[in-house]
């Protein structure tokens, strides 16, 4: 294989030897040169060192009903081969998150439920090189998406002094491995539309108190499962049935033996019975947490194992095993 010829450099005054230096040229030439290295040198000296953290948020529905769960996936990668730090606050929340409609007019939460504790407590997510972190959430439990319009949502926090938030005296990071600077993440487009029907006459007082979240749903849950499971809200309805069941309190003296074998009938029929919601790999996962949390963690890694092989989405794959990596596991 023949090797490529060099390339001559050609330029009009090929072949004219360059212009003669006198002495004081030449200091001059020099001192620039120098100048020209210090401010390089100084530029380099000052500037943190880059870190990329790429953060997307997606979700598999983008069309929901007045009063219906819009979940989300929020995934930060650390594109870097170092471990770097991020605020667990700033991650996710009502004053990280920016909704606006469609028209432009902001979607704020009232100020009244506004809070946020004090720094200093190490409230720091630590992600490892080239390693994901990977959650799911609600949007209604942060900001009041009550009124059908198109919305805009993404994150964006500029991430002043992160850290405040770690212990002055047991850091779990040096400051240096925190990540500073603007976060942001891509723009999710998604509609809301006019709820109607029986099922939504049974929630609508909350949407138009402006105060309507999960809970809106999951106090009138049991009684949306047994009258209008084929509802919008019947597989959200379900999962707050199961959660209650399982972990909060309130289900009376049922022993949790007893309680299991109703919190899997009810998956089951979820399973059967929806199997086109698109929020099914969020309500098994939340399942298997629910399962981990009242000390059945056989079941719960079993059901996890299972989710993965089957065909999931790329992110919730990601957060699987993120549980079940855990250590020690499922705690």
Known sequence: MAHPRPVEQVGPNRGV???RLTRWGRALVMREYLVAAAVLFALGAASPPCIALELTMSSPKSSFVQGEPIYVWVDYYNDTDDE??????????????KVRTQSGDPVRRPYEQITRGPGGRNQIQRIGPRVHFVFYSNLLESVNLTDADSYIVRIATPNVAPEYYLDKERPLLPP?????GPIKSNEWEFTITPGRGEAFDLIAKRLRE???????LCQ???????????????????????????????FGPVPLNDRLPLAQALIDGLQSGHGKFEYLDVALIRYAEDLNRVGQQTASSRLLVELRRGERSNVARLYIDQILSREPPLQ
């Not at 770097?84 to 998150?97: E, Q």
């Not at 240096?176 to 500073?180: P, Q, R």
């Not at 402006?210 to 809106?216: E, G, L």
């Open 17 to 19: 030897p360059p212009p």
């Open 220 to 250: 009138r849950a049991n009684l949306i499962v047994e009258k209008y499971p084929s509802s919008a809200y019947g597989p959200y309805a379900v999962m707050c049935e199961v959660h209650r069941m399982l972990y909060r309190d309130g």
């Open 84 to 97: 770097i730090g991020v605020p667990s606050g700033w991650m996710f929340g009502f004053d990280v998150l």
């Open 210 to 216: 402006k105060t309507a979240d999960s809970f809106a």
């Open 176 to 180: 240096s491995k925190l990540f500073h």
